[in-house]
């Protein structure tokens, strides 16, 4: 193959064979993560009322164990302080913050907030993972240092709040998920379930991915992959699993129904959700916009050249199945606030470094101006990304990216 003929995914996995190497690029990625994170992280200057929830729950199940949160769960309809705020069965979340706290030496929201900075290196980690399988080495690294430096995936990371828990059990499961088509082990099949269960566990709009995993079903049929019937069942005693835990949790699965019942009414309710968090459907590529603007964009490019380049059909594919079900979902919800989507991200920045090898083999016939070109809008957008998350989470103090606060952190309004 000459030089002319290669693509320049083709030359950095020949020259950098370290990319190849998953363990040396997975170390690489977690070092990186590592120092922006410990560079970023601070506890916030104003505390939410969910991240106060969520740590009065770590403190009642590590002072009182589970007698405690029970307590909780018994009055949580009747107390309009808890009441407004995250249900007390997110419990993937609230264990570990209970056990970081208690190793901490103190029960406090920047403690929490160090638990989601664990769970967010972790989601990078998982996403490198699930991408290299889908891309290759050196998209999946490049996709993946992306997501290192997402405005939003950082800012999440330094807030006492399960967003970033839910990206990592949400990823996991699609990696888990695509383990199940692809080898057709059982014991595959045995963790799908696990982490299903610890989705639910971590947030109940689990759910709402399921549509994401049947046209993900539907594309590995499509590429051949013979159908595993037992994929099925993770999906339905996972659920069931979790209505159980939550139910010896409460007490009982009245009361656990009663407290789910109120949380479903309470939404459409909540003065602040009604100011904030209601809008179209279009709204979170608003948001999304907002917070990455020249990823997005990129996005797009890659988007639209993704079928004229057939080297990484299953992956694009894929991407394109849980990014499309995601967003069309999750806009029908009552509650629209980007925090909620910090899932998908993996698959737009997928796109977005399609985007930029697109550009880089149109502009240029040559490998090695090629390869220029692909450093240096790489270099350009994670520029682009430090400078958004600085501008909007730093300099403007944005707390929660609504597109309100958004929009009046990128200056169009005072």
């Known amino acids: 193959m000459t030089e002319r003929q290669e693509k320049p995914e083709d030359v950095l996995s020949r020259h950098l064979p370290s990319l190849r190497s998953a363990w040396t690029s997975l170390w690489a990625l977690l070092a990186i993560a590592v120092i922006w994170h410990v560079i970023t992280f601070k506890p916030p200057a104003s505390i939410g009322r969910d991240e106060e929830t969520y740590r009065a729950y770590a403190q009642a199940l590590g002072e009182h164990g589970w007698s405690g949160l029970r307590e909780i769960i018994r009055e949580w309809p009747d107390n309009p302080v808890l009441n407004e705020g995250p249900l007390p069965y997110r419990l993937f979340f609230i264990v570990p913050g ?3 706290c208690k190793l901490m030496g103190a029960y406090s929201v920047a403690n929490m907030a160090l638990l989601s900075s664990l769970f967010g290196l972790g989601f990078i980690v998982v996403a490198l993972v699930l991408l290299r399988r889908w891309f290759g080495p050196v998209y999946g690294f490049l996709i993946a240092l992306l997501l290192v430096f997402s405005p939003l995936a950082s800012a999440l990371s330094r807030r006492g709040l399960q967003d970033t828990c839910f990206a990592f059990v949400a990823t996991a499961t699609v990696l888990v998920f695509d383990r199940c088509w692809r080898q057709r082990r059982r014991l595959d099949v045995w963790l799908l379930g696990l982490v299903l269960l610890a989705g639910f566990l971590t947030k109940e709009t689990m759910v709402f991915l399921y549509p994401g995993f049947v046209l993900a079903g539907f594309c590995y049929a499509r590429s051949g992959e013979r159908f595993n019937t037992l994929v099925v069942l993770p999906f339905i005693l996972a659920p069931l699993m979790c209505l159980a835990v939550v139910s010896w949790v409460s007490g009982d699965l009245s009361t656990a129904l009663r407290t789910y019942r109120f949380y479903a009414t309470m939404q459409e309710q909540i003065p602040y959700a009604l100011k904030f968090q209601a809008g179209p459907w279009f709204r979170y590529g608003v948001d999304l916009t907002l917070l990455s603007p020249l990823a997005v964009l990129l996005a797009l490019i890659g988007a639209s050249s993704s079928r004229s380049d057939q080297s990484h059909a299953r992956g694009t594919n894929l991407a394109f199945s849980y990014l499309l079900a995601g967003l069309a979902v ?20 997928a796109f977005t470094s399609i985007g930029v090898l697109s550009i880089a083999t149109r502009l240029f016939t040559t490998i090695r101006f090629q390869l220029a070109a692909v450093a240096l809008l790489t270099a350009l957008v994670l520029w682009s990304e430090v400078a958004q998350f600085d501008s909007i989470f730093n300099k403007a103090d944005v ?3 609504v597109t309100a606060t958004l929009i009046k952190a990128a200056g169009f309004v005072r």
């Open 98 to 100: 209970m056990w970081v």
């Open 330 to 349: 999750f806009s029908l919800l009552p509650i629209v606030n980007v925090r909620l989507v910090l899932f998908l991200e993996p698959y737009i920045l």
């Open 399 to 401: 707390y929660d990216p």
